[in-house]
């Protein structure tokens, strides 16, 4: 039975170090935002996050820093210093300790590299209560966002499953992870997605469920053990866009669109799916924004 009081506190943890993560950080603060003692607010949370608590925050840091160091406007010393570190040797050093290079050698060649891209720890219990694709929430009926969208030639860097069939069991399988070394492709088109594999994308032996991105057509970096690259058509793909939910609200934000997709018709507007033309694919369910699928489609 899950521990609700301090997944909670874990996750106004997470909150404050999101909103501080550019300032200096101390545990005194984090148990302040938890809500209780120092030594106990540093147990729950590596227990829950599989991290310490300065462990989480170098990491974090060193990822956002990461990314900034895509703009080439930017010097070393200046993105260290934005993320609370004293010196450019120390950030340096921390650096290439955690992703096996300097920082200009990263800014010079942008390889993937395993970014920390924290999951929300009550986000992710409230998957883990039913499982996304065994979801029973109801609620009332909401205004979904349904447009078409074109996508070009492109290929698609992906890392598969074996069994997998929804987000859970996938990170379950293969760890939460792959999301973060995603993010940090430079050259990706898009944000990087879950998808749902069609028969003629999937491989034997492998999962319906992955996660990847999509990058132009002549991209060519090398890819770490595990991940492969594929060709994907130029197609439309229908984008279905809930309305803003809250963490709480998860589960019935997803259950909402999939009745919606359910029950489209997209030939009432001249189109019909073309599953065969790419995957079926979902965004990071952000709050704010919504909860975002799509679905490939073809003009009658």
Request: include cysteine; hydrophobic fraction near 35%; charged fraction near 25%.
């Amino acid at each position: 039975m899950e521990n609700w009081e301090n997944i909670n506190a874990v996750q106004r943890v997470q909150d404050y170090i999101a909103e501080h993560i550019n300032e200096p950080i101390t545990l005194y603060m984090l148990s302040q935002a938890a809500g209780y003692s120092p030594w106990y607010t540093s147990r729950i949370f590596k227990e829950y996050t599989g991290k310490t608590p300065l462990e989480y925050i170098r990491w974090l840091r060193l990822s956002r820093a990461a990314l900034e160091l895509w703009d080439d406007s930017k010097r070393v010393i200046d993105v260290a210093l934005d993320f609370a570190f004293n010196s450019h040797e120390g950030f340096t050093r921390a650096f290439s300790d955690k992703f096996g290079m300097t920082p200009q050698h990263y800014r010079k060649t942008t390889p993937m590299i395993p970014l920390f891209i924290p999951t929300s720890i009550r986000a992710y219990h409230l998957i883990k209560k039913k499982g996304a694709d065994k979801m029973q929430a109801k609620s009332d009926t909401k205004v979904v966002f349904v447009q078409v969208v074109e996508r070009p030639k492109r290929k698609l860097i992906l890392k598969r499953g074996t069994n997998a069939d929804n987000y859970y069991d996938y990170c379950e399988e293969l760890g939460c992870d792959i999301w973060g070394e995603l993010c940090s492709i430079k050259q990706a088109l898009y944000e990087p997605i879950g998808m749902w594999l069609p028969e003629n994308l999937q491989k034997p032996g492998t999962s319906k469920y992955a996660q990847g991105v999509e990058v132009p057509f002549d991209y060519q970096n090398d890819l770490p053990e595990g991940y492969e690259i594929i060709d994907l058509p130029a197609c439309k793909v229908m984008v279905f866009q809930g309305p803003p939910f809250k963490d709480e609200e998860f589960e019935a934000a997803i259950n909402d669109l999939w009745q919606v997709m359910d029950n489209y018709n997209p030939e009432l507007y001249g189109f019909r799916w073309a599953d065969e033309d790419g995957p079926r694919f979902q965004l990071a369910p952000m709050g704010e924004r919504g909860y975002i699928e799509a679905r490939p489609v073809r003009a009658l």
